[in-house]
Each structure stands twice: as structure tokens, then as C-alpha cells.
């Protein structure tokens, strides 16, 4: 069992007491803000990306704030990707 069905048992036992557990699964982001030159080349070329560039470190921290707030409080067990519209597998 992977993380995603651990995630999914824990969600359905622990949802009568109001506990909600979900999974955010990042795709290509941008994440080198102090040392850009590091990662050139190291990271995937946005055009297998529908929405046609990487995301950021910001969007993944804004879909959790997503989560833990109110606004979500009927989702649980559920898996969100952050990756704008790209699907590997």
C-alpha cells in the first residue's frame, strides 16, 4: 500500500472525528529562489506542461492553506495535484 491508500484508510477512520487527511502530489516546480544557476538544465522543460510553464513554491503552500482551512472541510482522502495539468506516469 502507497501513500496515497494510507492516506485514504486514515481518512475514513479518522473522519468521525472530524480529522480530514489528503495528499498533495506536486508536479515541476520551481523551487531554487537562492541559487537559480544550480538547478539550470536540472529541471524538466515546461512545454509537456498544458498550462505551459513550471509552478511555484507558492502555489504547492497555497493548495495546503487550501486544505487546512474551513473552505475544505468536506474533502478527505482525496489526492491533489499541483502540476498544472501534467500527468506522468
Do not use: K, W
Not at 36 to 58: C, K, M, T, W
Request: aromatic fraction near 8%; charge should be neutral.
Amino acid at each position: 500500500m502507497g501513500l496515497i491508500g494510507i492516506a485514504r484508510g486514515l481518512a475514513s477512520e479518522f473522519a468521525p472525528r472530524n480529522i480530514r487527511v489528503n495528499v498533495v502530489s506536486p508536479g515541476s516546480h520551481r523551487y531554487a529562489r537562492d541559487h537559480p544557476e544550480y538547478y539550470q538544465g536540472r529541471l524538466p522543460n515546461a512545454a509537456g506542461i498544458p498550462l505551459g510553464r513550471q509552478g511555484s513554491v507558492d502555489e504547492i503552500a497555497a493548495t495546503c492553506l487550501f486544505l487546512v482551512s474551513e473552505d475544505a472541510g468536506f474533502i478527505t482522502g482525496q489526492t491533489i495535484h499541483v502540476n498544472g495539468g501534467a500527468h506522468y506516469y
